[in-house]
């Protein structure tokens, strides 16, 4: 539930709404966890039956092909985990909700230097990369320093999340939408809500679409429920998978689904489905016509109605600590891919020693962190959308190739498959109409990763959603994709003039 981050999950997409105007919150949330009913059923099913540490990249290895199972993992790593995630949210946590934070706070308290510290932070990049950077090695020092650390980290530090979710949501029932617009009001000026409207008018419509709706449903409602799937990654290190891995991910979808609903349907009624459009807009095109000058997060905006500091500090933290919680089990899981990738020589072996001491992969940590690092400088140095834009498709392809692994499994790999499932739980292995559940998982997330790919191609405003970028997110798939073939082939005849057939290793599941 960390990874998924479902407060901060839902006001990050919140956030992000301009992208398809009329959408509604509460249906995009609702159709965006249908194809999280697929992630859960193949992660889940694949994790019991090969409870190796690697996730995807062991599954496509073994059922598909070598290669398309280390292009799938190179995705994963690079195209999600560490640039997506790690990378991005280590510069976003700094440039968005800190100064929302501190600007709630100075709002709610009415102490001046709070406002200071907001507009400080925001208009300082070097100082905000050294606090991205103080984030980065904060990150991977909690996956370094083992499990142990890892689990009390967490099992600390999620508790004040989890608090303010539950506060966030009872503070957005026990108010109203008149109650808002005359909070902000006050702050703004009389007619301040009206204008914002008005300022974003040549938007255009903001009246439901069902289109804009399906279009947000896997970018935005699915994007906020995935994630839960990390603990497959860990295979290898999660103890009695049969049942803490259907527990996990299932638990946690399922509570974050019903949050999610919930929450998005009341935020809509409390500030305005039109509303949440405007300001997301206005934020992205010309933030100036903003009243409020900082992130349109809908934790600032209740802060406004309440003025409460307990409450302010709460809900408005929920962005900073709730994204934050989600970069070390990224760091995590692909320095386990990472690891799996080394241990069947397809990487160099020094990837996968792990530190006695420690009893962590060492090496494939430092150099996650280290490329989350870069990706943190290049954000602040080198600009945001062109490189961002160009790894998207990353993700939805990698989990394709797992998506098209778990379709035909039971097919073409029939003797493996009925070995590896004869021992698994009854729902597992039952197959409704004749078709047995893990292919059924596996059209659902396929369907699903194809309609997210297809939403790239949708016109935004004047421009794609991935715009000039298109050709490049594209060729840079393709670019993956040939240069894992090469690669697995290269290191295969490397290998093989050692005396070493790593062909051999995809045949079966590494030991244990």
Not at 180 to 195: N, P, T
Request: proline content about 5%; some cysteine; overall charge neutral.
């Amino acid at each position: 539930m960390a990874i998924i981050n479902m407060a901060g999950g839902m006001v990050f997409d919140i956030y992000l709404i301009f992208f398809f105007p009329g959408a509604s919150l509460p249906l995009m949330f609702f159709l965006g966890g249908i194809p999280a009913i697929g992630i859960f059923i193949v992660y889940t099913i694949l994790s019991v039956a090969m409870p190796r540490t690697g996730g995807d990249y062991v599954y496509a290895s073994r059922i598909l092909h070598p290669a398309l199972g280390f292009a799938g993992g190179i995705m994963n790593v690079f195209g999600f985990f560490v640039f997506m995630i790690s990378g991005f949210f280590c510069w976003w946590i700094i440039t968005n909700p800190t100064p929302a934070f501190f600007l709630a706070m100075g709002l709610t308290t009415g102490d001046p230097s709070y406002t200071a510290i907001a507009n400080f932070i925001s208009t300082n990049v070097n100082f905000d990369f050294i606090l991205s950077t103080g984030l980065v090695i904060l990150a991977g020092l909690i996956v370094a320093l083992g499990s142990r650390v890892f689990r009390w980290t967490y099992r600390f530090v999620y508790v004040y999340y989890f608090v303010g979710a539950i506060a966030l949501l009872i503070g957005l029932f026990a108010t109203n939408h008149e109650t808002f617009v005359a909070s902000l009001d006050s702050i703004a000026g009389q007619g301040a809500y009206q204008k914002i409207l008005s300022d974003a008018g040549s938007y255009g419509v903001y009246s439901f679409s069902w289109f804009q709706t399906l279009l947000a449903m896997v970018p935005l409602g699915f994007l906020t429920l995935s994630g839960f799937q990390v603990s497959t990654y860990l295979g290898g290190e999660v103890k009695n998978a049969k049942s803490t891995q259907a527990l996990g991910m299932g638990a946690s979808m399922i509570v974050t689904w019903i949050y999610l609903v919930v929450a998005s349907y009341q935020a809509a009624a409390v500030f305005g489905n039109d509303f949440l459009l405007a300001v997301s807009y206005l934020w992205a095109t010309s933030p100036s016509l903003l009243p409020i000058h900082a992130a349109p997060l809908i934790t600032l905006f209740l802060s406004l109605v309440y003025r409460n500091v307990a409450f302010t500090l709460l809900i408005c933290s929920l962005l900073v600590v709730g994204t934050f919680l989600i970069i070390p089990p990224c760091i995590l899981a692909a320095s386990r891919i990472v690891f799996a990738q080394s241990f069947d020589r397809v990487l160099p072996e020094v990837m996968s020693r792990v530190n006695e001491r420690l009893h962590s992969p060492l090496n494939s940590v430092v150099v996650m962190a280290v490329l989350a690092e870069v990706w943190v400088a290049l954000l602040y140095y080198m600009g945001l959308i062109a490189g961002f834009l160009t790894l998207q498709m990353a993700a939805p392809v990698a989990w394709g190739i797992t998506a098209l692994a778990a379709m035909v499994f039971p097919y073409t790999k029939r003797d493996l498959y009925e070995r590896l499932t004869a021992y698994l739980p009854n729902w597992m292995r039952a197959k409704p109409l004749g078709v047995p559940m893990l292919s059924i998982g596996g059209t659902i997330l396929f369907l699903g990763m194809a309609a997210w790919i297809g939403s790239m191609f949708s016109p935004i405003i004047t421009y794609m959603y991935l715009g000039p970028t298109l050709i490049s997110a594209v060729g840079t798939i393709v670019g993956i994709l040939v240069f894992s073939f090469v690669w697995y082939y290269a290191v295969r005849a490397y290998r093989l003039r050692q005396g070493i057939d790593i062909a051999l290793a995809f045949q079966e599941l590494p030991p244990e």
